[in-house]
């Protein structure tokens, strides 16, 4: 009763009190959108600069300068291109932990409008029939209760119209994290932990998540859905390391 009177009271406080930013807790100046981050803290998430892959997104030192990296001359992927909305530091990766990892699921919305903008800028025109949220093993998903790919995919499709398929593509072998092991140790660990489980009438796909380091994991969900009928996918992250 009495932790329903202090959500009723706060609900009620925040009626009054203007929206904070839901990163730092800073409050946004009146006419905000409530679901964004402030200005402070966008100024550490710009969008990435000039100089990376221009397919797979993957940052170069020094100047700008783009061109393909040795990972997409080697083995060229099967998405055509990633867009990223900033690289992966600072805030956003702080931002993605949170989200990640400590329930903060309210930061999905702010990073997927993030996600939004970063795409309209790039005046990308390619028009996915569906977004498709990289899948969590079904253990991980019952353990964190939510999957942080599909909860970001949710303000941008609603702002493509664009609607989310969560069925298509399934994760179905639980892998060991990834983090720490090298790109082929990587490579190796997610041979066949996805499948595509029905048929579809998708031709064109946008494939989301909110990180991409090694790229391993969306290079294997690209592999296996261009393995059905699937013209072209293209790849949308948060965080580019
Ligand atoms: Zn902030
Ligand atoms: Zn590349």
């Known amino acids: 009763m009495w932790t329903n009177l202090r959500r009723a009271l706060s609900a009620g406080v925040d009626l009054f009190l203007p929206p904070a930013c839901l990163l730092c807790g800073q409050l946004l100046p009146p006419g905000c959108d409530p679901q964004a981050f402030c200005a402070e803290c966008q100024a550490t998430m710009p969008p990435l600069g000039n100089s990376h892959c221009s397919c797979c997104c993957q940052p170069f030192p020094g100047t700008s300068s783009q061109h393909l990296c040795a990972t997409c001359l080697q083995r060229p992927p099967a998405f ?22 400590r329930n903060q699921v309210n930061l999905a919305q702010p990073l997927g409008k993030l996600l939004g903008k970063a795409l309209d800028s790039a005046e990308v025109s390619f028009k996915p029939d569906c977004i498709i949220p990289v899948p969590l093993h079904p253990c991980r998903l019952k353990k964190r209760g939510y999957n942080q790919a599909l909860e970001i995919s949710r303000p941008l499709a609603k702002k493509m119209q664009v609607p989310i398929d969560t069925t298509l593509l399934q994760r179905t072998l639980k892998t060991p994290p990834q983090q ?13 932990a996805f499948i595509v489980t029905t048929t579809t009438s998708a031709r064109n796909i946008l494939l989301v998540d909110d990180v991409m380091t090694t790229g391993e994991t969306v290079r294997e969900c690209c592999r296996v859905l261009m393995k ?3 013209a072209e996918v293209q790849v949308a992250v948060i965080g580019r390391a």
Request: hydrophobic share 35%; proline share 0%; with cysteine.
């Open 80 to 101: 055509s291109i990633v867009h990223a909305a900033c690289s992966y530091q600072e805030r956003v990766k702080d931002a993605i932990h949170q989200l990640k990892y």
């Open 180 to 192: 720490g092991l090298t790109a082929a140790e990587r490579r190796s660990n997610l041979r066949n």
């Open 228 to 230: 059905n009928k699937i």
